[in-house]
Structures are given as C-alpha cells and as structure tokens.
Nanobody
Framework: QVQLVESGGGLVQPGGSLRLSCAAS????????MSWVRQAPGKGLEWVSD????????YYADSVKGRFTISRDNAKNTLYLQMNSLEPEGTALYYC?????????????????WGQGTQVTVSS
C-alpha cells in the first residue's frame, strides 16, 4: 500500500546542484514527518534532514546545513530535497523515508517505510 518513489538523482560536478523528489502514495502524506536518509558506499546510514507534517519546521545534519533545503508539497504528496554546493562527500544513495516518531536506535523502527533510493554521484 505505502509507496515512496525517489527520483532526480544523477551525476553532478562538485559545486553543482540537484533536486531530489519523492512521490508518496498509500497513506495520508500530510500527517507525517518525512525524512531524507543517505548511505555512501561502504558507510552506514546517515540521517540528512527532516520536515514536519505541515512543512513549517525543518531540521538538518550539520554536514549539509546551509547547502540543502528540504520541502514538501502536501497537495502533490511530494517531498523534495534541494541540494546546492554539492561536494564529493555527498555521493550516496539517497532514501526518502516516513518518520514513525517511535524513539529508539533502530532505523527500521524510526522510519517505517522507505523508498528504493536514488543515486547521487558528485564527481569531476
């Protein structure tokens, strides 16, 4: 039922920009916090950004703060991540995830649904 489908990834040069999209379906999108989580090759999952259900509160990892902007269009059931000033360290598979609000140290418990991911490669 619940589906999250990311798009917009690709190859970009350092300093360039990309906008990722996540199309949501199968649930009341406007009722949930949404997040972006990424995984670089050989690394663990890294939380990138959150946005509350109404889109008025946003949170960012220190590594992307000031360069990335999370947003959402609840009328379109779509989550976005605008990535500017991209660095090679930003190379990763980027996932859109629904936040369950459950506390704990489990990725799967905290984020109960995930998209398939979209690859971002930052390279010259």
């Amino acid at each position: 039922q619940v589906q999250l489908v990311e798009s917009g990834g690709g190859l970009v040069q350092p300093g360039g920009s990309l906008r990722l999209s996540c199309a949501a379906s199968g649930f009341t999108f406007s009722s949930f916090y949404m997040s972006w989580v990424r995984q670089a090759p050989g690394k663990g999952l890294e939380w990138v950004s959150d946005i509350n259900s109404g889109g008025v509160a946003t949170y960012y990892a220190d590594s992307v703060k000031g360069r990335f902007t999370i947003s959402r269009d609840n009328a379109k059931n779509t989550l976005y991540l605008q990535m500017n000033s991209l660095e090679p360290e930003g190379t990763a598979l980027y996932y859109c995830a629904r936040d369950s609000t459950v506390l704990g140290n489990s990725w799967s418990l905290r984020y109960d649904y995930w998209g398939q991911g979209t690859q971002v490669t930052v390279s010259s």
